[in-house]
């Protein structure tokens, strides 16, 4: 299987830094996507994993290892807008994206 | 705006009635795959086009649904005979045909409502 695991809610501070993990199966592993996806609308493109490390990218950074099949997002400077479900997807196949059930983040004042 | 768009955005339809629903991926983009998303949940992918060829089907598409892509540009989701457990937000995306890095764009998804 491709179980990919992430926790369901997480809370944080404005200005604050918060980072969501997530765990998945290595078998047929091809990378590691991390969206954003605010109420009723798409996911947005945040990262792309492929090899071992830190990417980092504004205040959003994501990090793999590929070893023990984890990944983090970690965000910095928290803002009210980053309110959010963040989902962690791997790639495998033909290029198509499993997700997890993704993390619902409340940044509160 | 150049990104991938779907429509019509929202359907409310009767159980048993027929729906379809259209995407237009990015230019330039080979692959264009169907995903569906319920309350809670992260997308579960339904199937996958590179040009016209429909390379991948998950097990979750019945043969209620069939999706298209006749001419390697846009495509088609139809669901035949709705039933309440189809509502849900199906989501249309795409992306280049590359060796590295495929970054997979969405578009704004199609809600569907059976009533």
């Known amino acids: 299987g491709q179980n990919i695991d992430q926790p369901t809610e997480m809370t944080a501070t404005e200005g604050a830094i918060v980072q969501i993990n997530c765990t998945y199966q290595t078998s047929g592993f091809n990378g590691l996507f991390w969206y954003q996806q605010h109420a009723g609308e798409a996911p947005t493109f945040l990262s792309y994993n492929v090899l071992d490390g830190l990417e980092e990218k504004g205040r959003f950074s994501s990090f793999l290892s590929r070893s023990k099949g984890y990944s983090y997002l970690l965000l910095k400077e928290l803002q009210m807008k980053d309110s959010a479900s963040y989902l962690c997807a791997r790639i495998s196949g033909y290029s198509t994206l499993t997700f997890g059930k993704g993390t619902m983040l409340l940044v509160s004042p | 705006d150049t990104g991938v768009s779907q429509d019509p955005r929202h359907k409310i339809t009767k159980r048993g009635q027929n729906v379809t629903f259209r995407c237009d991926p990015i230019?330039?983009?080979?692959?264009l795959y169907w995903y569906r998303q319920t309350l809670g949940q992260g997308p579960e992918f339904l199937t996958y086009?590179?040009?016209?060829?429909?390379?991948?089907k998950s097990r979750l598409l019945s043969d209620r649904f069939s999706a298209e892509r006749p001419k390697g540009s846009f495509s088609t989701l139809e669901i035949q005979r709705t039933e309440q457990g189809d509502s849900a937000m199906y989501l249309c995306a795409s992306s280049r045909d590359s060796s590295s890095g495929n970054t997979i764009y969405f578009g704004e998804g199609s809600w569907l409502t059976v009533v």
């Open positions: 086009f590179q040009n016209e060829a429909q390379l991948e």
């Open positions: 230019s330039e983009h080979n692959r």
